[in-house]
């Protein structure tokens, strides 16, 4: 039960880091970029803050979409490995 914890509290560092890097605007914000949930968060920003329409963030809810689809395809092979493997046994 502790490594689950543990690992879910892991996980959820990469999940805040954008949200965590917009309350430092002194540090580059191309760190952001590096983390997948920078792509969900940056168009509400910038349809709140900028009033940005469908043309100016189609691209991040485009990268949204394939990382998504990426990690539902990662999820997958895991589950059906791991069931390959609870088979053999």
């Given amino acids: 039960m502790t490594a689950l914890f543990t690992v879910m509290k892991s996980l959820g560092i990469p999940l805040?880091?954008?949200?965590?890097?917009?309350?430092?605007p002194n540090l580059p914000q191309w760190i952001?970029?590096?983390f997948p949930t920078y792509?969900?968060?940056?168009p509400v920003l910038d349809i709140?803050?900028?009033?940005?329409?469908?043309?100016?963030?189609?691209?991040s809810l485009l990268l949204v979409l394939v990382?998504?689809?990426?990690?539902?395809?990662?999820?997958?092979f895991v589950t059906r490995k791991?069931?390959?493997?609870?088979?053999?046994?």
């Fill in 39 to 42: 792509y969900a968060i940056q």
């Fill in 82 to 89: 791991q069931n390959e493997s609870l088979a053999a046994v």
């Fill in 16 to 24: 805040f880091a954008p949200g965590i890097l917009y309350i430092f």
């Fill in 48 to 59: 709140t803050q900028n009033n940005a329409g469908f043309s100016d963030i189609w691209l």
């Fill in 67 to 76: 990382f998504s689809i990426a990690f539902i395809g990662l999820i997958g």
């Fill in 32 to 34: 952001s970029k590096i």
